[in-house]
């Protein structure tokens, strides 16, 4: 959905709208839409900058990083963004820290299709869990382990202990 800036009113735009994109969009590869991105997004010019405000939310079906079961993901999230006119970038030949976190828009456009999809992505964790304290799955029979199927007792020593061992047999 393309907003073009030039018909923008004065007094800005409000939308509320279903996005509809595939799972092959998002960062997370095994990350299945159970429902369209709904975002809620005003759009205000001021003088030459656009600021977009709004909320995207949706639910998703991830995979456990630790034991690969799915579990959904509701995601809900706020963001403030500030578009200026590409020009301005192109004036400016050294990357400044004020810079890094500036968004330029060019043809009198934005794409708010993209800027829904760029926030959904960013509340995504690196490595999504069922639960925090996911133990994930058992080393010796595959099982997962909070189901509680898992009986096995695993106990790893650490070869660096092994001399150690040694000598505490020997002096008792």
């Known amino acids: 959905m393309l907003i073009d800036i030039d018909r923008l009113p004065k007094?800005?735009?409000?939308?509320?709208?279903?996005?509809?994109?595939?799972?092959?969009?998002?960062?997370?590869?095994n990350a299945v839409f159970l429902e369209p991105?709904?975002?809620?997004?005003?759009?205000?010019l001021v003088g030459e900058e656009i600021f977009?405000?709004?909320?995207?939310?949706?639910?998703?079906?991830?995979?456990?990083?630790?034991c690969l079961t799915p579990f959904e993901f509701p995601v809900a999230s706020r963001f403030d963004l500030v578009y200026l006119p590409e020009e301005l970038d192109a004036l400016s030949e050294e990357l400044s820290d004020e810079k890094i976190d500036q968004m330029y828009y060019s043809g009198r456009q934005i794409d708010l299709r993209a800027v829904v999809l760029e926030q959904l992505n960013l509340t995504f964790p690196a490595k999504p869990l069922c639960a925090p304290g996911c133990e994930g799955i058992c080393a010796v029979c595959g099982e997962?382990?909070?189901?509680?199927?898992?009986?096995?007792?695993?106990?790893?020593?650490?070869?660096?202990?092994?001399?150690?061992?040694?000598?505490?047999?020997d002096k008792s």
């Open 11 to 29: 007094e800005g735009l409000r939308l509320s709208r279903d996005f509809e994109f595939l799972s092959l969009d998002l960062v997370e590869e």
């Open 52 to 66: 977009v405000q709004g909320e995207v939310t949706a639910r998703l079906s991830f995979v456990c990083s630790r």
């Open 37 to 44: 991105a709904h975002a809620e997004v005003a759009v205000h």
């Open 144 to 169: 997962i382990i909070r189901d509680a199927k898992c009986s096995c007792l695993v106990k790893e020593s650490d070869p660096r202990w092994n001399k150690l061992k040694f000598y505490v047999r």
